[in-house]
């Protein structure tokens, strides 16, 4: 089937940014996903149950709103009805997604927030990484949960209790940053907390540390 070309890019990019997930070490056999917002109020997101080396453009399920799929060659991920949810109500995301990385999966357990006590937090986050509460998986119950959680709150990524991480972003590359950036994190608060009692990074510090990342940091595009 001819695509349009940028829905046949987008498709391309989310192949190779599924395949960075086991890479990274965020999801282990046919687990976690990523969707992708297209220009339309429609979305892309990975087929359920594939193994990573078996994606490819056309295995990427296209979706309505709602997330029906409208494609039914495949069927699509069973968290496709959170994306759908995320994407209606945050018009500013463009991609979400969803890891069990182990690290952040372990905060998320023990339904504890991960608390701002590093630089690379602050200019990330904005702040602790928060958790959402528990909801089951298959409907919009999870989404509303990441919705109300992240709602007022900087952080582009969220804990599920006893579930795993959602990031969001604006771009497909940018929520799979929040989602590496949400594991190394953990991992490091996590160590610091078997030496002892990490110190805090005090809230004004940490808005500026936030204000020059996110406006500062990087190569200023012409």
Not at 106 to 129: H, K, N, S, Y
Not at 172 to 187: H, I, R
Not at 202 to 217: E, H, K, P, T
Request: proline share 8%.
């Amino acid at each position: 089937m001819e695509r349009p070309p940028a829905e046949q890019a987008l498709r391309e990019q989310l192949v190779q940014l599924h395949r960075a997930l086991p890479a990274l070490g965020l999801v282990v056999w046919t687990s976690g996903n990523l969707s992708a917002r297209l220009p339309s109020a429609e979305f892309l997101i990975k087929p359920s149950g594939l193994h990573f080396d078996q994606l490819g453009p056309e295995t990427m399920v296209r979706c309505a709103a709602d997330g029906r799929p409208l494609e039914t060659h495949l069927q699509p991920s069973s968290d496709t009805a959170t994306h759908a949810y995320i994407y209606r109500a945050l018009p500013e995301v463009g991609a979400i997604v969803h890891t069990h990385s182990p690290y952040a999966t372990a905060w998320a357990a023990v339904g504890r927030p991960i608390p701002c006590v590093l630089t690379a937090m602050a200019d990330e986050f904005g702040g602790e990484i928060p958790v959402a509460g528990f909801a089951v998986i298959g409907g919009e119950e999870i989404g509303e949960e990441v919705v109300r959680t992240l709602s007022g709150h900087r952080s582009p990524a969220v804990l599920l209790q006893n579930h795993g991480v959602f990031a969001l972003g604006k771009a497909p590359e940018a929520a799979l940053k929040a989602a590496v950036m949400c594991e190394d994190v953990a991992k490091t608060v996590w160590l610091a907390q078997q030496l002892g009692q990490p110190r805090p990074i005090a809230q004004a510090d940490i808005d500026r540390l936030y204000a020059r990342y996110q406006g500062v940091y990087g190569q200023r595009r012409p």
